[in-house]
């Protein structure tokens, strides 16, 4: 990746563990498509009302050459379980994208 990878938590305190968790998913998306630019990941927790839970929103950003990939996952209330929805839509659109080529 040309760029560093960017993490953000926004409304959640920051977790090693969540951290080197999106590391681990970053790194196989590279293994998928080598030619990644950049990439940025948002992990937020935005207010909610009471009776609604703790729900996280994860959104990716995936520069590639020519192009930008982007996936916004919402409401999970695990927010492991977010993040592997939204790599997993990232991985997809990565395999159509590398297919085009």
């Known amino acids: 990746m040309k760029t560093p990878l960017q993490i953000t938590f926004r409304d959640i305190p920051h977790s090693d563990a969540l951290d080197t968790h ?5 790194h196989k998306l590279e293994q998928v498509f080598a030619d990644i630019v950049s990439c940025r990941v948002v992990v937020e927790q935005p207010a ?21 990939i982007v ?12 993040l592997r929805d939204a790599f997993d839509a990232a991985k997809r659109q990565l395999d159509d994208y590398a297919r085009q080529l």
């Open 22 to 26: 999106i590391r681990d998913k970053v």
């Open 48 to 68: 909610r009302h009471q009776q609604q839970g703790k729900l996280f929103n994860v959104r990716i950003d995936l520069g590639v050459p020519g192009s930008e």
């Open 71 to 82: 996936v916004d996952r919402q409401q999970n209330e695990d927010v492991y379980a977010a």
